[in-house]
Every structure is written in structure tokens, then in C-alpha cells.
């Protein structure tokens, strides 16, 4: 985790510091880099899982019982999922540099038609500004509108499916401290099991749960806001 840390850092500076911007733009980089810091800290307690389980018994019974326990992924089902929301942060972004990269063609062609109105020849290639910060308009184009939606219905879908695997998945197998663990088809007798430190692994759950809704509120309000501003009004204006 630390190696994905220190690998987006200048990914995400680079990102936050192009020459095309969009409505909301920052809230989102800010957001992903507060999940990215929390994801870290989260994932802390985790990594001595194997060493914080133990059952009265040693060897195979006890591996057996923690499989038994902990069936379902923990830190490849955060990271993944925190892949699929970087995903859907990086999607405006490819589609803003789509836009920028169109609109700089069409100024290039406009500078070369007037060189060839005015001088009768294209004498030299005329520059283009290229440092200049272009703001996405979502009034004159209803696929910018409907291409931000989607990255914003996308993140709501990816943090609904991580709330869940949060409190379904996660919770219940650090809340049961003690419990008796049946492995009798690895031919092991009726073990008592405990799980330590789960008080870190359920704030590392509640920490995770608290981002993860600040997110989908954020989504929520702005897919409001531009249905009601600008697919709404569009609707009307025809």
C-alpha cells in the first residue's frame, strides 16, 4: 500500500495541476486523496490479522478455523474497490482532455484558414495557447453533462458496493471476539477461537464507513444539482 501511496502522489499532482478544469473538479481530488490517506491508516491493524487469531489448539486446526472465519477478502477488496473509485474519478478527466484536444484542433484549423484568407499561403504553423485554463462549459454540451453523471453514478455504485462489503463482510468477523470454531471436515475437534485488537480493526471499518458516506452525499448532491441546472433546463429551453 505504501508503494501505491508514494506512486499517485505526483499522479494526482499531476492531475490537479492540468490546464483543463470542470465544476467540482477539486472537491473530487480532494476527496480521493483524504480516501487514499484514510485507506492506509486502515488497513494498518490488518496486516497481523493471521497473528491476532488464535484457537486452542495449534497447527493446521487453527489455519483452518481462521479460513473458516475470515472467508472473504479483506485488503484486496478495499484496494480493488479503490481502484474502480480512481477509475471514476479518471474518466471526466479523459473526457476533459478528449474536449481540450477537439477544441485545440478547431483553433489550429481556424488560425490556418485565416492565414490562407488573408496571405493567400500557410506560410508557418501558428502557435497555439496551450497555458491557459479552459473551463469545461456544461451548457453547451449535453455529453459533457451526461459524462459527468455517469462517473458520479459510478462512484456511488463502487461506494454502495464498499459500504456493504464493509458492514456484511468486514464487521461481523471482528465484533465475535471469541467464538467455537467447527472444522471437523479437516478432521479437527470443536476449537475456541479469538480474534485480538479488534477494537483498531473496527475503527479502521468506521473510519473507512465515515469517507465512504461523505462521498456518496457529495455524489448525490451534485448529481442533483446538474440534473436540476443543466438536464432539466435543457429539457424546458426545447
Not at 476533459?96 to 489550429?108: D, F, G, P, S
Not at 462517473?151 to 467455537?180: A, G, H
Request: proline residues 3%; contains cysteine.
Amino acid at each position: 500500500m505504501a508503494a501505491i501511496v508514494s506512486g499517485l502522489v505526483p499522479l494526482l499532482s499531476a492531475a490537479v495541476e492540468t490546464s483543463t478544469t470542470y465544476k467540482g473538479r477539486t472537491v473530487w481530488f480532494g476527496l480521493l486523496c483524504v480516501r487514499l490517506v484514510t485507506l492506509f491508516v486502515a488497513e494498518m491493524p490488518w496486516f497481523s490479522l493471521e497473528r491476532d487469531f488464535s484457537c486452542n489448539d495449534t497447527g493446521i486446526c487453527t489455519k483452518a478455523c481462521f479460513n473458516q472465519h475470515f472467508d472473504k477478502p479483506v485488503l484486496m477488496a478495499w484496494n480493488f474497490l479503490f481502484i474502480l473509485l480512481l477509475l471514476s474519478v479518471f474518466l471526466m478527466e479523459l473526457f476533459t482532455a478528449h474536449v481540450r484536444t477537439v477544441l485545440m484542433k478547431q483553433i489550429l484549423r481556424k488560425q490556418k484558414a485565416m492565414e490562407v484568407d488573408s496571405l493567400g499561403e500557410l506560410k508557418s504553423t501558428p502557435s497555439v495557447p496551450t497555458k491557459e485554463v479552459m473551463f469545461l462549459d456544461m451548457h453547451g454540451s449535453m455529453y459533457a453533462v451526461l459524462s459527468y453523471l455517469f462517473s458520479m453514478i459510478l462512484r456511488i455504485v463502487v461506494e454502495v458496493w464498499f459500504v456493504y462489503i464493509l458492514l456484511f463482510w468486514n464487521l461481523p468477523t471482528v465484533r465475535q471476539k471469541s467464538f467455537l470454531c467447527n472444522a471437523r471436515n479437516h478432521g479437527c475437534p470443536v476449537l475456541q477461537c479469538l480474534v485480538s485488537a479488534t477494537a483498531e480493526k473496527s475503527m479502521s471499518i468506521y473510519a473507512m464507513l465515515s469517507i465512504s458516506f461523505l462521498v456518496i452525499v457529495t455524489s448525490c448532491m451534485f448529481c442533483f444539482y446538474f440534473i436540476g441546472h443543466y438536464v432539466c433546463k435543457c429539457c424546458t429551453q426545447r
